[in-house]
Nanobody, 120 residues
Framework: QVQVVESGGGLVQPGGSLRLSCAAT????????MAWYRQAPGKGRELIAE???????TYVDSAKGRFTISRDNAKNTVALQMNSLRPEDTAVYYC??????????????WGQGTQVTVSS
């Protein structure tokens, strides 16, 4: 079994920064894509940023130039550095990792989410 745990959320003023971290532990053969999603109140879950196993990154337009995703393959961790935060960034942020098992099957695991609130 694989556990995914996020940390680093909190309350920040507009224009401020936060760094989210996510660690995957357990029975891991290899991790493919790692990603951050968010879900604001009353809205669906949306992909914010992802990084592939070879380091290719993708961002939603609203995150480009403000957020940076990075991963540490040795530690099975992924981080999301968020700068110039806006009130509309307020949401629960979720980490997900695509774990490749030794039998070749890829399974997605999700964390429990961490709250980010941007408010003055």
């Amino acid at each position: 079994q694989v556990q995914v745990v996020e940390s680093g959320g909190g309350l920040v003023q507009p224009g401020g920064s936060l760094r989210l971290s996510c660690a995957a532990t357990g029975s891991i053969f290899k991790i493919n894509t790692m990603a951050w999603y968010r879900q604001a109140p009353g809205k669906g879950r949306e992909l914010i940023a992802e990084v592939t196993g070879i380091g290719t990154t993708t961002y939603v337009d609203s995150a480009k130039g403000r957020f940076t995703i990075s991963r540490d393959n040795a530690k099975n961790t992924v981080a999301l550095q968020m700068n110039s935060l806006r009130p509309e960034d307020t949401a629960v942020y979720y980490c997900t990792v695509a774990v490749r098992r030794q039998d070749g099957l890829v399974v997605a695991y999700w964390g429990q989410g961490t709250q980010v609130t941007v408010s003055s």
